[in-house]
């Protein structure tokens, strides 16, 4: 089967009609978990995408803002939970640079019971990585790198999967154009866009350090992106998002555009 993008969550950090921004890319039977939002939220998207949990092994874990990292704590709970269980075989690994890494043992060891945090280190393993390091998941070779964040330090990464597909996550901050050697020419780009260009005004991305559909469509056409996919969006408007935000985009981008609703899966 080809290898599918689960768009798990589309929101930015304080969405309340939609999820916040996380997905899983599904190769064959296996899982690889992208972020996972700001809640125990997470185990329902989940469910609701049908992704058995036993068939993710690894995870992403871009930076550690409170819309990216707490979903992961209740990850590790309910991995750990399965462990203990005897549901859950071999070992969960969770990818992410040493600062979110420092983040996420302090949470977990604040919060959860002995009986979980036992796991932590064993079979539940949080896996630093470095900047440019390539890693072999499954059928994917992985590479993250620094998007070079002007708030908190925030990896992205490239996935060259099976069939010659790549396909660049960008984390939820504007481009750099140190990261052109990882994003030029890819089959597929993930890209935040806060909001519409147009509605700057009532949003202010600049000052919060996002962009919007806009700029996203302008970035994928100079770096030759195939395909542009949009999250970490506002709300206020969900039944009309696609629309608005494709039209906007294709004012300066010719390739393909899609802005996903929570749960939507793209055939990669």
Same mark, same amino acid.
């Given at each position: 089967?080809?290898?599918?993008?689960?768009?798990?969550?589309?929101?930015?950090?304080?969405?309340?009609?939609?999820?916040?921004?996380? /997905?899983?890319? &599904?190769?064959?039977? !296996?899982?690889?978990?992208?972020?996972?939002?700001? @809640?125990?939220?997470?185990?329902?998207? =989940?469910?609701?995408?049908?992704?058995?949990?036993?068939?993710?092994?690894?995870?992403?874990?871009?930076?550690?803002?409170?819309?990216?990292?707490?979903?992961?704590?209740?990850?590790?709970?309910k991995a750990a939970a399965m462990m203990l269980a005897e549901t859950y075989?071999?070992?969960?690994?969770?990818?992410?640079?040493?600062?979110?890494?420092?983040?996420?043992?302090?949470?977990?060891?604040?919060?959860?019971?002995?009986?979980?945090?036992?796991?932590?280190?064993?079979?539940?393993?949080?896996?630093?990585?470095?900047?440019?390091?390539?890693?072999?998941?499954?059928?994917?070779?992985?590479?993250?790198?620094?998007?070079?964040?002007?708030?908190?330090?925030? /990896?992205?990464? &490239?996935?060259?999967? !099976?069939?010659?597909?790549?396909?660049?996550?960008? @984390?939820?901050?504007?481009?750099?154009? =140190?990261?052109?050697?990882?994003?030029?020419?890819?089959?597929?780009?993930?890209?935040?866009?806060?909001?519409?260009?147009?509605?700057?005004?009532?949003?202010?991305?600049?000052?919060?350090?996002?962009?919007?559909?806009?700029?996203?469509?302008?970035?994928?056409e100079k770096l030759k992106v195939r395909n542009l996919v949009l999250y970490?969006?506002e709300d206020t408007d969900l039944k009309n998002r696609k629309k608005q935000?494709?039209?906007?985009?294709?004012?300066?981008?010719?390739?393909?555009?899609?802005?996903?609703?929570?749960?939507?899966?793209?055939?990669?």
């Open positions: 089967m080809k290898p599918e993008l689960i768009m798990l969550g589309t929101g930015n950090a304080m969405v309340t009609k939609c999820y916040n921004t996380c /997905f899983a890319l &599904r190769n064959e039977e !296996e899982y690889f978990l992208v972020d996972a939002g700001g @809640g125990n939220g997470i185990l329902s998207q =989940l469910e609701k995408a049908q992704i058995p949990f036993e068939q993710i092994r690894h995870m992403f874990l871009t930076h550690a803002h409170t819309d990216h990292i707490l979903g992961a704590v209740w990850i590790i709970r075989h071999g070992r969960f690994t969770i990818y992410c640079h040493d600062e979110a890494a420092k983040v996420l043992r302090e949470i977990c060891e604040l919060t959860l019971a002995g009986k979980f945090l036992k796991f932590l280190g064993s079979k539940i393993r949080i896996q630093e990585v470095k900047d440019g390091e390539g890693i072999q998941i499954s059928d994917m070779h992985v590479r993250f790198f620094d998007i070079h964040s002007t708030k908190a330090k925030q /990896f992205g990464f &490239r996935a060259d999967l !099976e069939k010659d597909i790549s396909l660049v996550c960008l @984390g939820d901050e504007p481009y750099n154009s =140190l990261c052109k050697p990882y994003v030029e020419g890819a089959d597929w780009m993930l890209c935040e866009a806060f909001c519409l260009y147009g509605m700057r005004d009532i949003f202010h991305p600049y000052e919060k350090h996002h962009s919007t559909a806009l700029d996203a469509g302008n970035l994928a970490h969006t935000y494709t039209k906007e985009v294709k004012l300066l981008y010719s390739g393909n555009v899609y802005v996903p609703e929570d749960l939507e899966v793209l055939k990669l």
